[in-house]
């Protein structure tokens, strides 16, 4: 039998989440390590960090040590009218890490839907994604937003390219004093200035941010999020998930819903995800796509309060120790479950609970 008291927080979380997502009909999907670095080049503003390692495999060819898992499952698929490639991973990514600002390995878990995605493939997806938030800590919540919605609002006000980048940005960090400096640069109204500040506010209980949405008098569809908010009403966890248009990602990259998780006691965002058609199209894929990644990597900074000692008993003998008292007491401790380290001295960054001396002088 395991012990699971030796089990890191992470690797625990990956077993509860490979078991749930198969549940779900999602299949392992295992890949190499390395890809071709043209890939991440192509695709770096995709990317959490854009600094690949890379190097020169034998054949002169430039690789890279992978730094993401969902544009080598695009890349490795095929586009069949009418089905869908449900998929799941656990994965080493290789990239800087935002706490050391130094190339870290990190364990990265996540699913991908791909084929002909409907509404229930997208309720389905945000529904997986609170209960993968769920299987780490009760404490989370997940927001999410429409890409659609916000270029429709963002575009209605002012179509130019410069204009709707910029604005993109200032909406996602809720800025309404820089955006009311770029609407005056490039003569747009108040009217429309009070139309995306309005959107910026449009957060928290999903009945009322669709009540703002209708208030705002655009053109855009609005149909699809109603019938999403319906579906969440009767889901496990639809306390938990909110609408805020604020959220949001590249526009070259994703389109329709775009969504974020937190948990309780990490500052940032530690699961990201949504609809990347846009993405697919770039890399001549005809297929929809939705998923979403977990950091799992960030869950260092959960207050974890049995992983604050290495072992329970730090056990020190020397020459004059009865060897066989040693052992019986380095057995019986193991034997009543506990992690025990036998040693001449005391190591100096071993954190133990409590020292028992059986040297000589001891």
């Not at 430039?62 to 799941?88: F, H, N, R």
């Not at 579906?231 to 805020?244: A, N, P, T, V």
């Amino acid at each position: 039998m395991i012990d699971e008291s030796i089990i890191r927080f992470e690797e625990k979380a990956i077993f509860r989440l490979r078991s749930l997502y198969q549940k779900h009909g999602y299949l392992p999907y295992k890949m190499s390590k390395f890809e071709e670095y043209d890939l991440y080049l192509r695709n770096k503003d995709f990317l959490v960090s854009d600094r690949v390692i890379a190097f020169n495999d034998t054949n002169g060819k430039l690789m890279a040590l992978k730094p993401d898992v969902t544009l080598s499952i695009i890349k490795s698929g095929v586009d069949t009218e009418g089905t869908k490639q449900k998929v799941y991973y656990n994965e080493n990514v290789y990239r800087v890490s935002e706490s050391t600002h130094r190339f870290k390995e990190i364990m990265q878990a996540g699913l991908e839907c791909i084929g002909d995605i409907d509404i229930f493939d997208i309720y389905e997806v945000i529904s997986l994604a609170a209960e993968s938030l769920y299987q780490i800590s009760p404490d989370f919540c997940i927001e999410i937003s429409n890409m659609d919605v916000v270029l429709a609002v963002v575009n209605k006000v002012c179509d130019n390219r410069d204009f709707v980048t910029k604005a993109l940005m200032f909406i996602s960090q809720k800025n309404a004093h820089d955006l009311k400096v770029l609407c005056d640069e490039y003569g747009v109204g108040d009217d429309g200035y009070q139309k995306i500040v309005l959107l910026i506010s449009l957060y928290g209980k999903r009945s009322d941010v669709i009540d703002g949405l209708d208030s705002l008098g655009t053109d855009f569809n609005t149909d699809n999020i109603k019938l999403l908010a319906k579906m969440l009403d009767s889901s496990q966890f639809g306390d938990k998930i909110k609408f805020d248009f604020s959220v949001i990602n590249d526009m070259n990259y994703y389109n329709g819903f775009v969504f974020k998780g937190f948990i309780d006691g990490i500052c940032r965002g530690v699961l990201a995800g949504g609809q990347y058609d846009n993405m697919m199209k770039k890399m001549h894929r005809t297929s929809g796509a939705i998923g979403f990644a977990l950091y799992l990597d960030r869950l260092d900074e959960i207050d974890n309060a049995k992983d604050s000692f290495d072992v329970d008993y730090l056990v020190l003998y020397d020459e004059g120790t009865d060897l066989f008292e040693l052992i019986a007491k380095r057995d019986g401790l193991i034997n009543g479950g506990a992690l025990v380290s036998c040693q001449n001295q005391i190591p100096q960054k071993l954190r133990y609970k409590e020292i028992i001396d059986m040297r000589r002088d001891g």
